[in-house]
């Protein structure tokens, strides 16, 4: 069983950063792809980013590809997101996933876990 809890939302201008971390409970941290998806209200989840078991290997939207940043401590158990150059529609809620790999991150039904969300509002 892993937990996932995310931190770091708030509210920026555009233009601006923010780094959302998750921090996740459980030994079997390291044997999972941690990613990060997002939603707004109306709208379906959608997949922003994912970083393999080991760390090595990234995966990004195309609307966040330059801007975004995803890494995995697996000593410390976390995953951050470090998001820069933000724009008004990254606005949403942010949400830390856990699925067996990179693949499954991106598949329907193959997230494992889910954090709560944390909510981000790029101002314009």
């Known amino acids: 069983q892993v937990q996932l809890v995310e931190s770091g939302g708030g509210l920026v201008q555009t233009g601006g950063s923010l780094r959302l971390s998750c921090a996740a409970s459980g030994r079997t941290f390291s044997s999972y792809a941690m990613g990060w998806f997002r939603q707004v209200p109306g709208k379906e989840r959608e997949f922003v980013a994912v970083i393999s078991r080991t760390g090595i290997s990234t995966t990004y939207a195309d609307s966040v590809k330059g801007r975004f940043t995803i890494s995995k401590d697996n000593a410390k158990n976390t995953v951050n997101l470090q998001m820069n150059s933000l724009k008004p529609e990254d606005t949403a809620v942010y949400y830390c996933?856990?699925?067996?790999?990179?693949?499954?991150?991106?598949?329907?039904?193959?997230?494992?876990?889910w954090g709560k969300g944390t909510l981000v509002t790029v101002s314009s």
């Open positions: 996933a856990a699925a067996a790999s990179i693949a499954t991150m991106q598949r329907s039904g193959g997230i494992n876990y």
